[in-house]
């Protein structure tokens, strides 16, 4: 089992960045495939970003490829997502999520756990 609770969000102007951390309470990180999903008022959950537990693939939605960078720290026990060039649209709660010993869901979004969310604003 894991716990899972996000951090790093905030209020920026477009363009910025902001970076967002999930940290991950458990004895056995590197068993669990992460990831980011976001939800913006009135919208569907959305898959964001995912890193793999076999071998740290990573995987982005086309929104936010070459702005946003997922990374994890097995040291620290934590999952970040780096976002820069930041637009009005990626405001929205973001969620981090867990998968043990299995591959983030990015189409219908069951895993296993799920943090609290974290908000992000972009004003335009």
């Known amino acids: 089992q894991v716990q899972l609770a996000e951090s790093g969000g905030g209020l920026v102007q477009a363009g910025g960045s902001l970076r967002l951390t999930c940290a991950a309470s458990?004895?056995?990180?590197?068993?669990?495939?992460m990831g980011w999903f976001r939800q913006a008022p009135g919208k569907e959950r959305e898959f964001v970003a995912t890193?793999?537990?076999?071998?740290?693939?990573?995987a982005y939605a086309d929104s936010v490829k070459g702005r946003f960078t997922i990374s994890r720290d097995y040291a620290k026990k934590t999952l970040h997502l780096q976002m820069n060039s930041l637009l009005p649209e990626d405001t929205a709660v973001y969620y981090c999520?867990?998968?043990?010993?299995?591959?983030?869901?990015?189409?219908?979004?069951?895993?296993?756990?799920w943090g609290q969310g974290t908000q992000v604003t972009v004003s335009s």
């Open positions: 890193i793999s537990w076999i071998g740290g693939t990573t």
């Open positions: 999520a867990a998968q043990y010993r299995r591959e983030i869901d990015d189409v219908l979004g069951k895993n296993d756990y």
């Open positions: 458990t004895r056995t990180f590197s068993y669990y495939s």
